[in-house]
């Protein structure tokens, strides 16, 4: 147990002091294989890299930010908005409705929850200030929509742990359909609550025809049809996820062109913020990876796995410590680097527990996705602040508690009833 | 000062070097799509195998990532935890800023070393893959290996600079160079060419 303790300590002793989380684990990797190893462990660095680096899998990542970098630089956040302000403004809380779906519908296909939630903020906030909403809810709502896309396939944060804990991918994705929605749906559900409470909170009712609403299905439709291809032909058996990921990089390239938004400079930023986020989710997994490989070869992940299973408790105790832990590490940790962290390490002892380790991804994006919107590290809190530029990043913060407490209570939902998660992944083998 | 102005230089020498890469790297991405849905369309509805679609996206994904880590690290895109740094005074940001290029080295040195036995027993070897298409595993493998070695030479090219920098008392400069991504930037760096917001039509206010 003390190499544990050691490794954890200069594990966090070099984040804290703000080393680059891929460099910190690379270098912890390299140095704990020759000092607790008889074998030189480093010489496989060359050879692992390579490996994962081809690994065909893995091409589902860059592919999927391409396409969502695609549909946010053609516009089509934009135009889906719109689209479900049409349709959703009747509700109380009318436009906050449209944050959370467009959120949820978009974040799915788009790689970086950043660019999701900075562009849903650039649209809505406008609206916000126009029908006289209280911002501080209005603002919740968007960072708490932005969590959205990382549990609603096609998730790059459900790749990154099927990848590093050796998950069917296509189950991943189907185990996250069902929570997913009903998160959004609670979302809703408590937007709706909070606005009939305190109607003040919502803005102006604003009514939408008939004429509108269908008018705007042309600019909701593809975006559907999209997902549908992407998501659709993984489950048809059509194709495996990257190979869907190439589909819909095509299917979006075909739309961005239909609104004539193609152009050089257009193409440009799309390459360039794409390999941007890639090669940051890249170098990270990598380095991970080799450490995964060292911690797993001095035969510490085995000893962890024993260690818990001799503790004694019982095996839903054991996960609402691991539940408890999360809460807590995540209100510190960035949350792509808290995943490569703590996924090789405590993925191996629940599924010594008895876990299913699919199960175990969608609570594990769950927690992650209260990571987001918790302080001080919330990242999506201080996007949609940064956008704000007034007020101050506490409003914020207090309109996202809410929806901190929606996600909780998905997370018991999901401890009490895991089918929620397992129905749709037990039709693909 | 004609240092200083050879270091500027050679910054911006960095710079196109790892913008092309990155350029070239996704118009591969995009042709590995089409191929993918190509291969993917034939074998489906045709029942027609190329064979070998995986294969060569796979090397795409290797190469094309190992030349844009360089280009995320001028971009200050490599995630760092900037909770405590926040708080610390000017001197022991640049420090830090400083360890964290060193860090990456430590993992670079290595990492080129060791790559480069991968390709060097490639070509002594003269190994091909054990595909159809029998790829001569030297050349994706040497690909990836420049991508890395361009990697390291960025890393050492901001190392150098911003050593320049902090020795004129220039810190404001040094970390513009290697300090981390704030939260503004990033937005910047997302959201610069998203296109303009239009307004909702009201519809009629109730």
Known sequence: ???????????????????????????????????????????????????????????????????????????????????????????????????????????????????????????????????????????GSIAAGGTLGILIPPSINLIVYGFLTNTSIPRLFLAGIVPGITLTILFMIGIV????????????????????????????????????????????????????????????LALAAAHRRLSLVMLRDVVE??????????????????????????????????????????????????????????????????????????????????????????????????????????????????????????????????????????????????????????YVQ | MAGIERMGKLLSITETVNRVGVWVGGLLMFFTSAMIAVEVVLRKVFAISMGGADEISSYVLAISCSWAFGFALLRKAHIRIDIFYAKMGQRLQSLLDLLSLLTFLVYQIPLVYFAWLVVKTSIIRNSAANTPLHTPLWIPQGLWFLGLVCFLLTTVVLLAASVVRLARGDLEGARALTGPNTIEDEIKEESASLPKAETLSDGGVR
């Open chain 1, 193 to 252: 609550v909070i606005c009939l409470i305190n109607p003040k909170l919502s803005g102006q009712k604003v009514s939408s025809s008939w004429s509108q609403r269908l008018g705007s299905l042309k600019d909701l439709i593809p975006v559907l049809l999209i997902f549908v291809v992407v998501i659709g032909s993984i489950y048809a058996g059509f194709a495996t996820p990257t190979e869907s990921a190439a589909l819909g990089v095509l299917a979006a």
């Open chain 1, 1 to 139: 147990m003390m190499i544990i303790g050691v490794v954890l300590a200069v594990l966090l002793l070099l984040l804290l002091l703000s080393i680059p989380v891929a460099a910190a684990l690379a270098a912890l990797g390299l140095s704990m294989g020759s000092v607790f190893s008889p074998f030189p462990l480093y010489k496989a660095l060359g050879e692992i890299s390579w490996s994962a680096g081809t690994d065909f899998l893995l091409l589902a990542i860059p592919l999927f930010v391409l396409l969502g970098e695609i549909l946010l630089r053609a516009g089509i956040a934009e135009r889906t908005y719109r689209a479900l302000f049409y349709w959703l403004s009747w509700l109380p809380g009318g436009l906050m409705h449209a944050n959370v779906a467009t959120s949820a519908l978009f974040a799915a296909t788009s790689g970086s929850s950043v660019a999701t939630a900075a562009t849903i903020t650039t649209v809505a906030l406008p609206q916000a200030r126009k029908f006289g909403y209280a911002e501080s809810l209005f603002a």
């Open chain 1, 273 to 426: 913020g794409t390999m941007r986020t890639t090669a940051m989710i890249m170098l990270i997994l990598f380095a991970a990876y080799f450490l995964n490989f060292v911690l797993a070869s001095i035969g510490l992940t085995q000893m962890l796995t024993d260690f818990v299973n001799n503790l004694g408790m019982s095996p839903m105790a054991t996960m609402l410590v691991i539940v408890v832990l999360y809460m807590v590490l995540g209100f510190f940790i960035e949350t792509l680097s808290l995943m490569v962290i703590t996924i090789p390490i405590v993925a191996p002892v629940v599924v010594g527990l008895g876990f299913d380790p699919v199960w175990f991804g969608v609570l594990l994006i769950l927690l992650i996705e209260m990571a987001l919107i918790t302080p001080p590290v919330g990242l999506n809190l201080y996007v949609v602040q940064g956008i704000r530029q007034s007020g101050s990043i506490s409003e914020v913060m207090i309109g996202s508690i809410p929806f901190v407490g929606l996600i909780l209570l998905m997370i018991f939902l999901l401890l009490l009833y895991p089918d929620l998660a397992l129905i749709l992944a037990r």
